[in-house]
């Protein structure tokens, strides 16, 4: 039959708190890391981006924190919406030439509790 | 231009039956990338083309499994004898060389 395989890490927090989404990456030759959001039955949508010559970059509401001595990448989402409950992919790309492929962490499902 | 457009939405095949998905990405974009999703995972990487060049392909992709870009625009994914370990959804992106990806809404199949 068809498996469940539904054990993605989960996180609630409360509509207008802060969250925060952990990632560790497996590559240290990785130069170049990106989140998603993906809502169910669409593809993952792009949130932001990081190359590995930074280690913070701010959008609209939202933060991305790296760290390459531990190999952690970090998603913070300022002032929590309901439209913000996703779930949220980390990418590393492990080449030094551009995105030719991506490689996903497992993800976390986050829920914004009203 | 509404975005990278994948095609059909969902796609129900008995085991054995061969299926093809279409994507169309965004027209100036030069690469174009599929990828595989099963349920609670990350999108594991198949193929990409730059142009009609096919670049790289996963190990993941087996012989049953082919993708073109004849013309350097939409491609296609062709599964052959559909097995039920193919049902996943799969998702297609594209990009202007290194700026990043976007993707398509995806297209699930079920094998039965």
């Known amino acids: 039959g068809e498996s469940v395989g539904l054990h993605l890490p989960t996180l609630s927090v409360q509509e207008g708190d802060n969250s925060i989404i952990n990632c560790a990456y497996s590559n240290s030759a990785s130069d170049y890391f990106i989140w998603y959001k993906q809502e169910s039955g669409k593809g993952p949508q792009f949130i932001i981006d990081i190359r590995s010559n930074m280690d913070k970059r701010q959008g609209q509401r939202v933060t991305v924190l790296l760290n390459k001595t531990v190999k952690h990448l970090s998603l913070q989402i300022a002032a929590t919406q309901p439209g913000d409950s996703a779930v949220y992919f980390c990418?590393?790309?492990?080449?030094?030439?551009?995105?030719?492929?991506?490689?996903f962490g497992t993800g976390t499902r986050l829920t914004i509790i009203p | 231009d509404t975005g990278v457009s994948q095609d059909p939405r969902h796609k129900i095949t008995k085991r054995g039956q061969n299926v093809t998905f279409r994507c169309d990405p965004i027209?100036?974009?030069?690469?174009l990338y599929w990828y595989r999703q099963t349920l609670g995972q990350g999108p594991e990487f198949l193929t990409y083309?730059?142009?009609?060049?096919?670049?790289?392909k996963s190990r993941l992709l087996s012989d049953r499994f082919s993708a073109e870009r004849p013309k350097g625009s939409f491609s296609t994914l062709e599964i052959q004898r559909t097995e039920q370990g193919d049902s996943a959804m799969y998702l297609c992106a594209s990009s202007y060389f290194n700026s990043g990806y976007t993707f398509g809404s995806g297209t699930r199949l079920t094998v039965v």
């Open positions: 027209s100036e974009h030069n690469r």
């Open positions: 990418a590393e790309n492990p080449t030094n030439f551009g995105n030719e492929k991506l490689t």
């Open positions: 083309f730059q142009n009609e060049a096919q670049l790289e």
